[in-house]
């Protein structure tokens, strides 16, 4: 029941002139999920952090969803920082730190844009790029720009009020005809007429191809939860120093360490850590 709660579901479509090609999300359960799992931030908060967890699934999409993604938004404005973190299984999860409340904006510069990709047959690729004036999809736009050399559109909402969040990555193919780009400035756009709760992927997808129809390349199913285990933070525990680790237990035992992405807590003693000193 949990899993069908915080369910969205990211599709990939290419247009049938075959010149345009589009990621379309309904975030709305990915809201939801936020909601639940952060229970300290306030509406406004949520929809920052939804924003970016959108923009992490849609730029998933441009790989088929076959590596794992994180961005994180380090800035000077209302958010100190943002993570968003998405897996080739359509798990997905996210955390804000927050910063200056008295700032104009969430995201707001000087700060940076890191993304992280990573798959089972490589490296990790990480790349920073500096924060420009804007929020989380003016940020995006510009790392495909400079970058990955993309010409690319990321239109983003999440409505702090109902919780209808959503997201549209629109890129356009090599030998587009100046014409039809025109007409996807125009669909793009004239977007903001259409009410959130109207903006399904299907409905997307029929907007962006103006009628004409679009081939789905491929779909995954998000599911908005957390990945952390006791044994997954114990091994990370253990390859701290030693003096290290028996600094942790300086002021009593047992310790609880608190995962940041979903809050719950974990129960630690010294003899998990330090064999022999239970």
């Known amino acids: 029941m949990e899993d069908r709660i915080h369910q969205a579901r990211v599709i990939k479509a290419l247009t049938k002139d075959r010149h345009i090609r589009l990621s379309s999300l309904d975030a709305s359960p990915l809201w939801d999920g936020v909601r639940r799992g952060h229970p300290h931030l306030d509406p406004e908060a949520c929809a920052c952090l939804t924003e970016l967890l959108s923009a992490t699934a849609l730029l998933q999409g441009r790989t088929v969803f076959e590596e ?48 992280m990709r990573s798959n089972p047959a490589g490296s990790p690729y990480i790349g920073n790029l500096e924060l420009v004036e804007g929020g989380i ?70 907007w962006i ?22 044994e997954a933070l114990l091994e990370t525990l253990r390859g701290f120093p030693e003096a290290q680790k028996a600094d942790l237990f300086k002021e009593g035992d047992p310790l609880e360490v608190r995962c940041d992405y979903c809050g719950k807590l974990y129960p630690v003693t010294r003899g998990d850590l330090l064999p022999g000193q239970a």
Request: proline fraction near 6%.
């Open 68 to 115: 794992r993604l994180q961005l994180l938004v380090k800035g000077s404005g209302r958010a100190k920082a943002v993570v968003a973190d998405c897996w080739p299984d359509g798990t997905i999860r996210g955390v804000l730190d927050l910063g200056d409340a008295a700032a104009g904006h969430w995201i707001q510069a000087p700060g940076v844009l890191q993304v």
């Open 137 to 206: 999809q003016v940020q995006v736009e510009h790392y495909l720009q400079n970058s990955e050399q993309i010409q690319a559109s990321l239109t983003l909402w999440c409505d702090p009020g109902t919780g209808e969040a959503g997201g549209l990555l629109v890129e356009l193919l090599p030998d587009c005809p100046p014409a039809r780009v025109a007409r996807l400035v125009q669909a793009i756009e004239g977007l903001e007429v259409v009410p959130h709760w109207e903006r399904t992927p299907e409905f997307l997808a029929s």
């Open 209 to 230: 191809s103006q009628g004409e129809g679009t081939e789905e390349l491929a779909a995954m199913d998000l599911f908005y939860r957390c990945r952390c285990t006791r």
